[in-house]
Antibody, heavy 121, light 108 residues
Framework: QVQMVQSGAEVAKPGASVKISCEASGYTFSNYYVHWVRQAPGQGLEWMAIFNPRDRPIYAEKFQGRVSLTRDTSTDTSTTTVYMELRSLRSDDTARYYC???????????WGQGTLVIVSS | SYVLTQPPSVSEAPGKTARITCGGNNLGDKTVHWYQQKPGQAPILVIYYDTDRPSGIPERFSGSNSGNTATLTISRVEAGDEADYYCQVWDSDTYHWVFGGGTQLTVL
């Protein structure tokens, strides 16, 4: 079945960078997007970026210049890993970060478990 | 950028019908998706393409979208339906995905 498995929690200092992974399996990777969505403590969902296997990534304006999405080029074709790097971290970047599979109707139909990122000096 | 507006909270008694609204300019011209998020868990998709239910989602969950308002309707509400609910659309002008602010459903 479809699985989106994310890397573990991270603690980072202000100004540093963090790189989170999302391992996708159980489906044909090239046929779907991979989204990144974050949720600050007690807050709602905030869309950040989308990885399109057939085109370049798209980033929300708020994160332009600070976020990058890349893909693992592993020879294991049963899984594909997408990475999200967020740079110049600030305390308000403290949040749980989710990856999610994006389907053709623009819905996010399968979500990872989330990765908690804490930014603290 | 496109904005989706949801009420912060909705309450309903068990067995009754709960309705959660999502407002946006000409929202009926877009396709709306709905997510349920229980405390400490990742969101799950409960309605897509305005009205469709993914497999495993009870028939008690239904959706509609017309004019400037989309509605998630939960019939015969149960205690297990307590959660935050988010609407979402794709904004074709910016090629960005947009979430509403979320609505907390309380089952009294």
């Amino acid at each position: 079945q479809v699985q989106m498995v994310q890397s573990g929690a991270e603690v980072a200092k202000p100004g540093a960078s963090v790189k989170i992974s999302c391992e996708a399996s159980g489906y044909t990777f090239s046929n779907y997007y991979v989204h990144w969505v974050r949720q600050a403590p007690g807050q709602g969902l905030e869309w950040m970026a989308i990885f399109n296997p057939r085109d370049r990534p798209i980033y929300a304006e708020k994160f332009q210049g600070r976020v990058s999405l890349t893909r693992d080029t592993s020879t294991d074709t049963s899984t594909t890993t997408v990475y999200m790097e967020l740079r110049s971290l600030r305390s308000d970047d403290t949040a749980r970060y989710y990856c999610a599979r994006g389907a053709g109707g623009k819905e996010l139909d399968s979500w990872g478990q989330g990765t908690l990122v804490i930014v603290s000096s | 950028s496109y904005v989706l507006t949801q009420p912060p909270s909705v309450s309903e008694a068990p067995g009754k019908t709960a309705r959660i609204t999502c407002g946006g300019n000409n929202l009926g011209d877009k396709t709306v998706h709905w997510y349920q998020q229980k405390p400490g868990q990742a969101p799950i998709l409960v309605i897509y393409y305005d009205t469709d239910r993914p497999s495993g989602i009870p028939e008690r969950f239904s959706g509609s979208n017309s004019g400037n308002t989309a509605t998630l309707t939960i019939s015969r509400v149960e205690a297990g339906d307590e959660a935050d609910y988010y609407c979402q659309v794709w904004d074709s002008d910016t090629y960005h995905w947009v979430f509403g602010g979320g609505t907390q459903l309380t089952v009294l």
